[in-house]
């Protein structure tokens, strides 16, 4: 894939957050006393639709996040040798967050 | 005389990190592109934060409630209050950096006449609207989210 | 007033470890300009100060220089318009110091011509022995002229807050030429020059500040190039990109105009024939 296309999904993924996690902030305010309790928490763990919200705001933010982190290394003058080391690091960097955020939710729903 | 700086590099003379917060007397846009960077960062750091505490619940409902009482204390109120803020910025600026990016709302190039009016300046509503909004967004969220509460 | 203070950038790599600065008081006439001054001052209180200037009228771009916190042309700024009492006159920043006010250049040279500033076009044999004019109409050539404007004085790469960090970003002179031409009709390069623009360090870590366009000169607005550049490479690599149609050369006209004799003499010319 080419930068342009990088740009594109980071574009996608920007929209992606702005609807979900714009939800996820109202939806935490109308529910600010009981948002934070185990059962509430429980409920929405047990959730399929709650579980398939999470994992989507978790790809759309942890690639969001990690390209402009990406883009902001790239401005120290980053040498061209070194930017395959950064885009793999990157890469590795994202999946494991992904893996250890998205186990969460889907423990409490199996669990 | 001894030439001080005689076979070594040519001074360098890059603003570096601190090109990005103040590099002059420039106009609003160029501070909104710092405004954006420090947002996203905050946002990046505050997203981390979450994760871990979320990573509380695999520890039962015991650890959960132990990490939302810390989480309940009125200095994480205003630090919820500032990432609240910081999205807001960050989610409508990038909105009209999107559509900006794109050629959209730029207008189009015509042969430039002096005074020298860019595009960004002739399209100056746009930026007022979006910062308009981000001002209402947040007052009626401090009001909300944390007098209200 | 009648006297303007100069606080001016010293530095002489053979002398000096770091630049520091020295403070000229001079006269002031209506109308100077930073480089009027510059030059009095070179004229008549220190003829070491070293900076470059040309034409002295806003076309060659040699006089770039950072006027109180703001990238300009010297030639350009006239002192009355700062509205300060002093001024401030450094090198241009994010290049590299030569000596006193003058900027190492070379590596705006090189990034322009890393994104091939010159047509490419569709009809080779024609354009090396041209039999007449490519046409182009009004509207295509306003899609581009604009930014055909640039004199390359680097005032807009002083100004872009990415160059400040990344010495390899190419920067906004070089991608808004990239645009200049990929957006020519006459042209077919533009998919060459995306692969030169379409890098870690290309077009992507533009983000929009706009302090090149407000430092521009000459009204070329490169943020405005590179946003349009930014369109053209998204919609080619969607392939939505449509290929606009190569301009035909202008034809030779199909009825010549009748020759006009030459009228005859009204006055007789001493010794002409009658």
């Known amino acids: 894939m080419r930068e342009v296309h990088w740009k594109l999904l980071q574009y996608i993924a920007g929209i992606g957050i702005f609807f979900l996690v714009g939800y996820h902030l109202i939806f935490s305010h109308f529910q600010s006393d009981e948002i934070t309790e185990w059962s509430s928490v429980s409920d929405r763990a047990a959730n399929a639709g709650w579980l398939t919200f999470y994992v989507l705001i978790l790809i759309f933010g942890i690639y969001h996040v990690l390209h402009g982190i990406r883009g902001i290394i790239l401005e120290f003058s980053l040498p061209p040798s070194a930017v395959k080391v950064l885009d793999w690091s990157i890469v590795l960097i994202g999946v494991a967050v992904f893996g250890y955020a998205v186990y969460i939710p889907i423990n409490g729903f199996i669990g | 005389m001894e030439a001080a700086n005689k076979g070594k590099a040519p001074l360098q003379n890059r603003l570096g990190i601190k090109g990005w917060a103040w590099a002059g007397r420039y106009k609003i846009e160029r501070y909104l592109y710092t405004l954006h960077r420090l947002t996203g960062l905050g946002l990046a750091a505050y997203i981390t934060i979450h994760m871990i505490a979320n990573g509380f619940r695999l520890g039962g409902q015991g650890s959960w409630e132990d990490i939302m009482s810390?989480?309940?204390?009125?200095?994480?109120?205003?630090?919820?209050?500032?990432?609240?803020?910081?999205?807001?910025?960050?989610?409508?600026?990038?909105?009209r950096l999107m559509l900006q990016?794109?050629?959209i709302t730029l207008g189009k190039p015509k042969p430039p006449v002096y005074p020298y009016v860019d595009s960004l300046r002739r399209k100056r509503s746009l930026i007022w609207v979006m910062l308009a909004l981000m001002a209402a967004l947040a007052i009626y969220t401090l009001v909300a989210f944390v007098i209200g509460e | 007033m009648e006297k303007i203070t100069f606080k001016v950038q010293r530095y002489n790599p053979d002398?000096?470890?770091?630049?520091?600065?020295?403070?000229f008081t001079i006269p002031f006439k209506h109308g100077m300009t930073v480089l009027d001054g510059l030059i009095y001052i070179k004229e008549n209180v220190d003829n070491t100060l070293s900076f470059r200037s040309s034409c002295r009228m806003g076309i060659c771009g040699s006089c770039g220089m950072l006027i109180n916190n703001l990238p300009m042309l010297a030639c350009h700024t006239p002192i009355e318009e700062l509205k300060k009492d002093t001024i401030t006159v450094k090198s241009l920043p994010n290049f590299p110091i030569v000596r006193d006010l003058v900027a190492d250049l070379s590596s705006l040279f090189a990034k322009h011509k890393s994104i091939k500033p010159y047509m490419m076009?569709?009809?080779?044999?024609?354009?090396?022995?041209?039999?007449?004019?490519?046409?182009?109409?009004?509207?295509?050539?306003?899609?581009?002229?604009?930014?055909?404007?640039?004199?390359?004085?680097?005032?807009?790469?002083?100004?872009?807050?990415?160059?400040?960090?990344?010495?390899?970003?190419?920067?906004?002179?070089?991608?808004a030429q990239a645009y200049r031409y990929s957006a020519d009709r006459r042209d077919?390069?533009?998919?060459?020059?995306?692969?030169?623009?379409?890098?870690p360090h290309g077009i992507w870590l533009c983000h929009l500040a706009g302090a090149c366009s407000e430092a521009c000169p000459k009204g070329v607005d490169p943020a405005l190039a590179l946003?349009?550049?930014?369109r053209a490479m998204i919609s080619d690599s969607l392939r939505l990109r449509k290929k606009p149609a190569p301009p035909s050369v202008a034809q030779p006209q199909a009825e010549k105009k009748p020759k006009v004799a030459v009228p005859e003499f009204t006055i007789k010319r001493p010794g002409a024939k009658s």
Do not use: W
């Open chain 3, 188 to 199: 077919c390069g533009a998919k060459e020059r995306f692969h030169e623009t379409d890098t």
């Open chain 3, 15 to 23: 002398k000096d470890k770091k630049p520091y600065t020295q403070v």
């Open chain 3, 227 to 230: 946003q349009l550049l930014k």
């Open chain 2, 70 to 95: 810390i989480f309940g204390t009125s200095g994480f109120k205003v630090g919820e209050y500032l990432v609240m803020a910081a999205f807001i910025i960050h989610a409508l600026n990038g909105g």
């Open chain 2, 101 to 103: 990016h794109l050629g």
């Open chain 3, 121 to 175: 076009p569709h009809d080779m044999a024609e354009a090396e022995k041209p039999t007449a004019e490519f046409l182009q109409e009004q509207l295509q050539l306003e899609e581009f002229v604009q930014f055909a404007y640039c004199v390359k004085c680097g005032l807009c790469m002083a100004a872009c807050p990415t160059v400040a960090t990344d010495k390899h970003f190419l920067g906004p002179q070089p991608l």
